[in-house]
């Protein structure tokens, strides 16, 4: 069942909800803060490999017999931070679009003499 509210007691709900929660700004520059750091560890990662190929050019023609396991531990972390550092970019790619759908709909939802559009605190049917 829904009845009128009034306005003053509506923004007063919404000040106290807003006060308990982040803000949509501030949960925005969360976002900013997340991407620029996967940025960086995006380009460190670049740098790390680029010093681990020249590590490996500059090794001896005849290296000493390496260990398996050691090789096997090393290909999985590799592997494991790739994985990693593919699924949080995607992550937080899917965030921003979420956030871009929401800021969407809340535009739509904004926009002057929309129908269906009815007057403040009059209850729907």
Not at 18 to 31: E, F, L, P, V
Request: aromatic fraction near 4%.
């Amino acid at each position: 069942m829904r009845a009128p509210v009034p306005a003053r007691l509506r923004k007063a709900v919404r000040t106290w909800f807003d006060s308990r929660y982040i803000s949509i700004a501030d949960h925005r520059q969360d976002i900013r803060d997340a991407l620029w750091e996967v940025q960086t560890l995006r380009r460190e990662m670049a740098t790390l490999q680029n010093e681990v190929e020249r590590l490996r050019k500059a090794r001896p023609a005849a290296p000493a017999k390496p260990d398996p396991a050691l090789k096997a531990k090393v290909e999985d972390a590799h592997r494991l931070a790739q994985e990693t550092a593919k699924a949080l970019d995607g992550v937080l790619q899917n965030e921003v679009l979420v956030w871009q759908a929401i800021d969407g709909l809340r535009d739509r939802r904004d926009e002057p003499g929309r129908p269906g559009e009815r007057p403040e605190g009059q209850p729907c049917a």
